[in-house]
């Protein structure tokens, strides 16, 4: 039993650092305050020609990306990682 539970907590431990780095990696990306700035002008650009006149500023531009971050990190882990990890355990 004692294997059992060594092999599962080896592989906990393997997904906790891929998806720390993959998250880690993408926080410095999703983070970064120049694409802050590209968001913030291409969402009010965008949002005018449709005629709304909405601007994301403060929490609720760390919000927006921050929401960005958590769906990026879930495709990522999920379609990126998964495939990589088989490839690699071949």
Same mark, same amino acid.
């Given at each position: @039993? !004692?294997?059992v539970l060594d092999q599962a907590a080896t592989l906990l431990n393997e997904k906790l &650092?891929? *998806?720390s780095l993959v998250g880690a990696i993408l926080? =410095? *990306? &999703?983070? !970064? $305050?120049? #694409?802050?700035? #590209? %968001?913030?002008?291409?969402?009010t650009? %965008? #949002?005018a020609v449709v005629g709304v006149d909405f601007k994301l500023e403060g929490m609720k531009l760390v919000l927006f990306? !921050?929401? %960005?971050? +958590? +769906?990026?990190? =879930? &495709? !990522?882990?999920?379609y990126? @990682? +998964? $495939? &990589? %990890?088989? #490839?690699f355990k071949k």
């Open positions: @039993m !004692s294997k &650092v891929q *998806i926080f =410095y *990306i &999703v983070a !970064s $305050p120049a #694409l802050f700035d #590209l %968001v913030k002008g291409l969402l650009k %965008v #949002l990306h !921050s929401v %960005v971050f +958590g +769906g990026l990190l =879930y &495709v !990522s882990t999920k990126l @990682m +998964g $495939p &990589v %990890v088989k #490839l």
